[in-house]
């Protein structure tokens, strides 16, 4: 049994990545991040997830480092959401710059403090936009971070990324044998009362389902 800190969102493939670690008898500590994101309500359910598997939990505030990323329609209030396949011109603007490494490094602290062996995140093969989500960015990550944490933590750190070779149609497959609550997961950027149904992320959330077979219980409002 590994000791792991693993970072989850309370979307769709971090919970999944969360009780698949717990299925294959880890050891595990959850970590979710408050980045000042407009749908910070995908925190309360990582911490539905942490209490259903019964492990360890800490939420890390990084929002005033959030309030400095503009030109986010994920952290910026002045930049909208826009519908799937309807962003202007430019850099996407659902992109938070650096995001994912600011998230990593957090967790790489929390887990020389607990003394953990393994860091876990949960990005999967169509992460194909942001270049902070390939398999060359968490191996120079992990590389760098071993320097880091050399002398400190209780080995060199794992970097694990269960995911990463899965398409979100199988996220959501392997989510279901797993019995993973689909309503306890959060997934659109608006972060409103219910899923749009419009944005990138729920239009990639409803096109997983409908791929997978597997009954979508998401409220969209449209």
Known sequence: MTAVVAVVSGGIDS???????????????????DYGQRHRKELGFARAAAQRLGTGYDEIDLSAVGRLLRGSSLTDPAVPVPDAGRAPAGPNPDIVPNRNALLLAAAYAIAVVERAEAVAFGVMADDVGPSDTSPAFLRAFADMERI??????????????????????????????????????????????????????????RTAFTTAAVEDPTEYQR
């Open 15 to 33: 919970v999944t990545m969360a009780h698949q670690l717990a299925a294959e008898g880890h050891r595990l500590h959850l970590v979710a991040v």
């Open 148 to 205: 880091a944490t050399r002398g400190r933590a209780r080995a060199d750190l794992e970097l694990l990324a269960p995911l990463v070779t899965l398409h979100k149609s199988e996220v959501v497959a392997l989510g279901e044998r797993l019995g993973v609550p689909w309503r306890q997961t959060w997934t659109c950027y608006r972060g409103q009362s219910a899923h749009c149904g419009a944005c990138a992320a729920c239009v990639e959330r």
